[in-house]
Each structure stands twice: as structure tokens, then as C-alpha cells.
């Protein structure tokens, strides 16, 4: 099983800020490396697939960066909206998914 | 856009089964991989079992492999998962969510529409 570490657990910023998120593999999953946004009482949102490519109707302010163990979440300029908990997500070994711990941002 | 939308969770004894339904609309439902993803305070989100286009093919997670039966109805735009043998540690947030890429030989392995979730507490 792949596992992804996240970090940091919580990151506290505010409006305007970059945020700066980190995802690790414990092997690599080349670029099959996706983020998700989850609010509270509601489904995760997908953001980034295959480590840099935002998915439909995402703003461009959320880029991702990274390749083999080592991937990268930015936020460009933080909104009030991007409260939250961030997940990373590797589909390198599919179908054996796995998922990282979060991150949880605080405005 | 793609509508997705769970039912059947519930409060079950350890032991017990359950059904899951998942209602999509809104996509042609039998072009898509379908998977079910779970949510537990105690192990974070964990993919459980994903199903093709056409049935033919499905896959699980370890601990759930011959407890839980992924399956749907094309006719319908139903998918299904079928808990037995349900344990305290399968309580959870159940969510059925949708591979991205439509007519795929192969799962896309990550998820662009996912339902509101269906809560499965395994309890005594």
C-alpha cells in the first residue's frame, strides 16, 4: 500500500496569504496525484488531477506541482471560501487507491 | 452536470448487512467506472470498491474483499454496495463518486463527482 503523508496538520493564514501544502509518498506514483477540498457536512472536491492539471471550473489561484514522492498544493492568494480540509489522493497503483491524512486550513 | 445521491445507511448490529443505494443522474451513468469511498474519523477517507461501465469488472479494498458486493443497474443509473458481515470499524461516511473519464477501458482512479455521503454506524 502506498502512504501519503500530509503536512502540516493545520495551517493557519489569512486572507491574501499564500498557503503552501505538502504531500508525500512513501514510494513514487510518478505524477497519478490528485487534491480534493472538503468542507464540513460535505463531499471532498476535486481540484488537481494527475499532480497539475485543475479540474473543471476550479479557479486558477489553486495550482499543483510535483512528480515521483514529493508534491505541492498552493494556494495563490487565499479566500475566505478556502477554508477547509485538503487531501491528497495517488492512483499510481491502481486499483489500490489510497488517500493522505489532510490539511486542514484555517482563515 | 452529475447528481449523485445516497441511501439505505443506517444503524446496523455487528454482524448485520446493509444495502447502499447511489442514484445518479445528470451523465450517462453506464460510460462511467463508479466507486464507492468511505469517511471515518479513525482511518480518514479509504476507497472500498469500484465497479465498469458494464459490470464486468470490479475491485476492493483488502478488508472488505468477500464482506462487500459492488454492483449497479444501467437500466436504472443505480449503483449498489451490499455490506455483510458489518463490523464497528466499517461505521463510516459512505459516498459514491464517480471516475472522470467516460468510456474508459480503465478506471480513472480518481473521483469528479462524489454524493452527499450515507452514514453506516455498526453498533450493539
Known amino acids: 500500500e502506498i502512504v501519503l503523508t500530509q503536512s502540516p496538520a493545520t495551517l493557519s493564514l489569512s486572507p491574501g496569504e499564500r498557503a503552501t501544502l505538502s504531500c508525500r509518498a512513501s514510494?513514487?506514483?510518478?505524477?497519478?496525484l490528485a487534491w480534493y477540498q472538503q468542507k464540513p457536512g460535505q463531499a471532498p472536491r476535486l481540484l488537481i488531477f494527475?499532480?497539475?492539471n485543475r479540474a473543471t471550473g476550479i479557479p486558477a489561484r489553486f495550482s499543483g506541482s510535483g512528480s515521483g514522492t514529493d508534491f505541492t498544493l498552493t494556494i495563490s492568494s487565499l479566500e475566505p471560501e478556502d477554508f477547509g480540509v485538503y487531501y491528497c489522493q495517488q492512483r499510481s497503483n491502481w486499483p489500490g487507491l489510497t488517500f493522505g491524512g489532510g490539511t486542514k486550513v484555517e482563515i | 452536470e452529475g447528481y449523485l445521491v445516497e441511501s439505505g445507511g443506517g444503524l446496523v448490529q455487528p454482524g448485520g448487512s446493509l444495502r447502499l443505494s447511489c442514484a445518479a443522474s445528470g451523465f450517462t451513468f453506464s460510460n462511467f467506472w463508479m466507486s464507492w469511498v468511505r469517511q471515518s474519523s479513525e482511518k480518514g477517507l479509504e476507497w472500498v470498491a469500484n465497479?465498469?461501465?458494464?459490470?464486468?469488472?470490479?475491485h476492493y479494498l483488502d478488508s472488505v474483499e468477500a464482506r462487500f458486493t459492488i454492483s449497479r443497474d444501467n437500466s436504472n443509473n443505480l449503483l449498489y454496495l451490499q455490506m455483510t458481515g458489518l463490523r464497528a470499524e466499517d461505521t463510516a461516511v459512505y459516498y459514491c463518486a464517480r471516475d472522470p473519464w467516460e468510456s474508459s477501458p480503465i478506471g480513472g482512479g480518481f473521483f469528479d463527482y462524489w454524493g452527499q455521503g450515507a452514514l453506516v454506524t455498526v453498533s450493539s
Open positions: 494527475d499532480a497539475s
Open positions: 514510494q513514487s506514483v510518478r505524477s497519478y
Open positions: 465497479i465498469k461501465q458494464d459490470g464486468s469488472e470490479t
